[in-house]
């Protein structure tokens, strides 16, 4: 089975623009959940999705918002990028929204924000 | 709020030797844990993980022992190796659908 992919893998852009990232689950998995990985912070969780709703939110601001559709592909959005937006964006997926349900990651987005 | 501990941050162990990772978690309702190992560049991969109804999970040279009690688990890894060298986080499973991190340690195995 093929894992979870991510694109784009690099991405730089400047303070104020808008972003949007990809992220394709493991075939079969239905849930997806996004984190932000920094080397302060650790990893941070976003939220997630499943059967195209968002089941749970982490402690970010509006700014960070996301959508799946219904392959369970999910992208996620940062409008009006902060230099503190730099940061590598996992997203995981496992088979069902259960928090006892191995998640498997994807290889990231790295973002920068000049 | 709720969260997971993780000591040490750094961790550095000659070949062969053992290295103890400990971490603890605040939710009592926590009933998962796994352990993910996170190779520069790369994606954090699972390595082990174990479940609130085993004290204790063993894969080769990897071992995690959960003490609900106390709230703590911790990754053994015996027999290091320097493709062991990476950063291990260990994490616990909060409500019913995320987990929550521990901040990482990164363990360098010295040829």
């Known amino acids: 089975k093929a894992g979870v992919t991510q694109t784009p893998r690099y991405l730089i852009k400047t303070r104020g623009q808008q972003v949007t990232l990809s992220c394709s689950p493991i075939?079969?998995?239905?849930?997806v959940s996004w984190y932000q990985q920094t080397p302060g912070q650790g990893l941070q969780f976003l939220f997630e999705?499943?059967?195209?709703?968002?089941?749970n939110k982490g402690n970010f601001p509006g700014r960070f918002s996301g959508r799946q559709f219904s392959n369970s592909r999910s992208e996620m959005n940062v409008s009006t990028l902060e230099l503190g937006d730099s940061a590598l964006y996992l997203c995981a997926s496992s088979q069902i929204p259960d928090s006892t349900d191995t998640q498997y990651f994807g290889p990231g987005t790295r973002l920068t924000v000049l | 709020g709720e969260n997971v501990e993780q000591h040490p941050s750094t961790l550095s162990v000659q070949e062969g030797d053992s290295a103890v990772i400990k971490c603890t978690y605040s939710?009592?309702?926590?009933?998962?844990f796994p352990w993910y190992k996170q190779e520069l560049g790369k994606r954090p991969q699972l390595i082990i993980d174990i479940r609130s109804n085993v004290g204790e999970k063993k894969d080769q040279r990897i071992a995690v022992t959960l003490n609900k009690t106390a709230k703590h688990f911790s990754l053994h890894i015996t027999e290091t190796q320097p493709e062991d060298s990476a950063v291990y986080f260990c994490a616990a499973s909060i409500g019913t659908y995320k987990y929550i991190f521990g901040t990482g340690t990164r363990l360098k195995v010295l040829a």
């Open positions: 999705y499943f059967s195209e709703t968002q089941r």
């Open positions: 075939s079969g998995h239905r849930s």
């Open positions: 939710d009592s309702a926590s009933n998962y």
